[in-house]
């Protein structure tokens, strides 16, 4: 069985069960990118690691952007988990990560970060930040000097304008407190 299914805007999932034939996969994946609802998609692969493989390759092929799941069991998913940036982001760059993501510099205007778990900014966030991209809402975004375009942790979204958000000077984390997104200091 193949379940393609929408967790987040903009992640889908594509979980493939043991046993499936390979060219059904692909006849059900191309229909599904044939239609509006996969458009600037990200794409999540869960299954066997043969087929889950081919699935990437199929996805990348199609320049479409995908996030492999690894299972969190694994040494390999725990050396892996967290990617760090050691330079700033500029002006129309965009990190993509399944794990957390630690910036050691500013994520200027119009620069984004998108990631399965946990975002830290040792600087600036003045761009985009979305933490928990497969709906987890127990991630976080911390930052030096936290004045964002955009954050959105999990399904939740907190968009600000320039007047509303200037930095008080210290640390900040916004996490998902009774179904809303809050700023606190650290």
């Not at 903009?10 to 390979?22: A, D, F, M, S, Y």
């Not at 994946?29 to 699935?55: H, Q």
């Not at 976080?140 to 955009?150: F, H, K, N, S, Y």
């Amino acid at each position: 069985m193949v379940e393609i299914k929408g967790i987040t805007l903009p992640v889908v999932l594509i979980k493939v069960n043991e046993g499936v034939e390979e060219s059904k996969v692909f006849e059900q994946l191309e229909r599904f990118l044939n239609s509006k609802l996969s458009e600037g998609a990200y794409f999540l692969v869960e299954g066997g690691e043969t087929l889950a493989k081919n699935i990437e390759n199929f996805l990348s092929e199609r320049k479409l952007r995908n996030i492999r799941k690894i299972d969190v069991n694994s040494e390999k998913a725990v050396k892996n988990r967290l990617k760090v940036i050691e330079r700033h982001l500029r002006s129309g760059q965009k990190i993509e990560h399944n794990g957390d993501v630690l910036v050691l510099g500013n994520v200027n205007r119009d620069a984004q970060i998108v990631a399965t778990g946990n975002i830290v900014v040792m600087g600036a966030l003045r761009g985009i930040a979305v933490a928990g991209a497969l709906g987890d809402e127990s991630a976080v975004v911390v930052a030096l000097r936290m004045e964002p375009q955009q954050i959105r942790i999990g399904r939740k979204i907190a968009i600000l304008s320039e007047e509303e958000r200037v930095s008080p000077g210290y640390p900040e984390i916004a996490r998902v407190e009774d179904g809303a997104i809050i700023l606190e200091r650290v």
